[in-house]
């Protein structure tokens, strides 16, 4: 969700470096790779871990999802997200959210995005549906189980090298949306195809999905 459907990777940066000063230790930012597809929970593990900050995990999470949550209060839609979950449902194909953000926060950003109908309760997997975040696989086969598909039947659209990882450990295909994304040549290669955002997907893309007749092998949509 975070940075695949709305706009609020950067944001994230912003609550790690406010609350990591507002605990003493001022200017103190994590590589994107401890922080982009990662659970609340794991970035205050490694704050703690990198800083020296004795606050309890619970309140450091606390702290920083309230100082997120204001700042992405204006966040934008990735451009072409709500029409492209619009135009996979009529197509046909069942859509989850799998989130490092609580189930809540699906549920609020679904509705900012206008496409509630379009995603099952039970098919919007939070933090606190799973008991490993990812890079584990665990949530991308919650949704799936909650879909009825398998994972070869499945495709994850993700921004973050946690998420591909996790995509492939659940055997799944996967799309590199590259128009928020960080280390954009590095994680590339761990995806099947790519895209800029979802505007550059052809008009036949997802009744070509749907119906398992277009490759995205090696693709890039841009």
């Known amino acids: 969700m975070d940075g695949?459907?709305?706009?609020?990777?950067?944001?994230?940066?912003?609550?790690?470096?406010?609350?990591?000063?507002?605990?003493?230790?001022?200017?103190?930012?994590?590589?994107?790779?401890?922080?982009?597809?990662?659970?609340?929970?794991?970035?205050?593990?490694?704050?703690?871990?990198?800083?020296?900050?004795?606050?309890?995990?619970?309140?450091?999470?606390?702290?920083?999802?309230?100082?997120?949550?204001?700042?992405?209060?204006?966040?934008?839609a990735i451009p072409g997200a709500p029409e492209a979950i619009r135009a996979a449902t009529a197509a046909g194909i069942r859509v989850a959210i799998v989130s490092s953000s609580p189930r809540s926060v699906i549920n609020y950003f679904a509705g900012r995005l206008g496409v509630e109908?379009?995603?099952?309760?039970?098919?919007?997997?939070?933090?606190?549906?799973?008991?490993?975040?990812?890079?584990?696989?665990?949530?991308?086969?919650?949704?799936?189980?909650?879909?009825?598909?398998?994972?070869?039947?499945?495709?994850?659209?993700?921004?973050?090298q946690a998420g591909l990882l996790a995509a492939r450990g659940a055997t799944m295909r996967s799309m590199f949306i590259t128009c928020c994304a960080a280390d954009i040549p590095g994680n590339r290669p761990l995806a099947t195809g790519s895209l800029t955002d979802y505007r550059a997907l052809p008009s036949d893309f997802w009744s070509g999905i749907a119906s398992g007749t277009l490759a995205i092998e090696g693709r890039s949509f841009a």
Request: glycine letters at 6%; proline letters at 7%; a negative charge.
């Open 117 to 160: 109908s379009c995603v099952p309760p039970e098919a919007r997997i939070g933090a606190d549906s799973v008991t490993r975040g990812k890079p584990d696989p665990e949530g991308f086969l919650s949704a799936a189980r909650a879909l009825g598909a398998t994972p070869a039947e499945s495709l994850v659209f993700e921004d973050s």
């Open 4 to 76: 695949t459907l709305i706009d609020t990777e950067t944001q994230t940066d912003v609550a790690i470096e406010a609350v990591a000063a507002r605990y003493g230790v001022p200017g103190f930012r994590l590589p994107h790779s401890e922080t982009r597809g990662r659970t609340w929970a794991h970035v205050a593990e490694t704050l703690r871990a990198q800083t020296g900050i004795t606050t309890p995990v619970a309140e450091l999470m606390t702290t920083m999802l309230a100082v997120w949550n204001d700042a992405v209060a204006d966040a934008k």
